[in-house]
């Protein structure tokens, strides 16, 4: 099982960006989902997952622009970032915890990491 994201780039401030994370891969249950983001000398932060249950859940920092949505038949993430600021800037990952059922038990998944930059 692979998570691949893409969709990152550069803007200016207020500009929008939608990250797309395809889990790719055979004979496996996703748990939950979301998108991380680290910047250098930082530890990677929760931005959006969607937890058990599909409980969506936002960081205080990003709530009211970003919106994580799925695709469950694709089995694709998403992230619709509008309004982005300079402080967004990051390498955005996504991650997943899922099973593989060949494996039999859960465990946490990343993507490569995609980068966003936003300009003032």
């Known amino acids: 099982v692979q998570l691949q994201a893409s969709g990152g780039g550069s803007v200016q401030t207020g500009e929008s960006l939608k990250l797309s994370c395809v889990v790719a891969?055979?004979?496996?249950?996703?748990?939950?989902m979301g998108w991380y983001r680290q910047t250098p000398g930082n530890q990677r932060e929760l931005v959006a997952g969607?937890?058990?249950?599909?409980?969506?859940h936002y960081a205080e920092s990003v709530k009211g622009r970003f919106t994580i949505s799925r695709d469950v038949a694709r089995n694709t993430l998403y992230l619709q970032m509008d309004s982005l600021k300079p402080e967004d800037t990051a390498v955005y990952y996504c991650?997943?915890?899922?099973?593989?059922?060949?494996?039999?038990?859960?465990?946490?998944?990343w993507g490569q990491g995609t980068l966003v930059t936003v300009f003032s």
């Open positions: 969607f937890e058990s249950g599909n409980k969506e």
């Open positions: 991650s997943s915890r899922l099973l593989e059922y060949s494996r039999g038990n859960f465990a946490d998944y």
């Open positions: 891969g055979n004979n496996f249950k996703i748990a939950t």
